[in-house]
């Protein structure tokens, strides 16, 4: 079994959600959220902001930790067991430019219902479910956007 770590992100900005599309080869592929691996001397903080920015091109900021999702899959030689840990972002715009090289060919931000019914694993849907109820709390206590939170 070989062991990984992946650290992302559920971007919000005006109360939508930042999803990207991948399609590898023109082979459907689905609706996910940013994340990727740990790169050696980084923390999961650092992960998961460099993730967002390189699959999305968005620079946000990080709110708090909203937990990890686990998972399993094969590869030719062997079982991944992957975590990855989440984090509940902040962007300041709308923009997005999906990274072309990993193969994301949509990005864009989308009400709750839209995303979370977009996106095509059930372990993302429930970490977008548990961050946007923290977005929805931080909001209702004025604490959204205020620095003094993060």
Partial sequence: MIEAISCG???????????????????????VLPKGT??????????????????????ASIIKYVGKSQYTFNVPEDTVSKNVHWYLMMADSYYSKPQREEFFVDSGYYKYHEAYHLLKFSNEKMILEKAYNEYLSLKKNNLWGSRKYY
């Fill in 9 to 31: 992100g559920v971007v919000i900005f005006r109360g939508k959600i930042l999803v990207l599309y991948k399609s590898y080869r023109n082979k459907y592929e689905g609706w």
């Fill in 38 to 59: 740990v790169e050696e001397g980084e923390d999961f903080k650092e992960t998961a902001s460099r993730e967002v920015l390189e699959e999305t091109g968005v620079k």
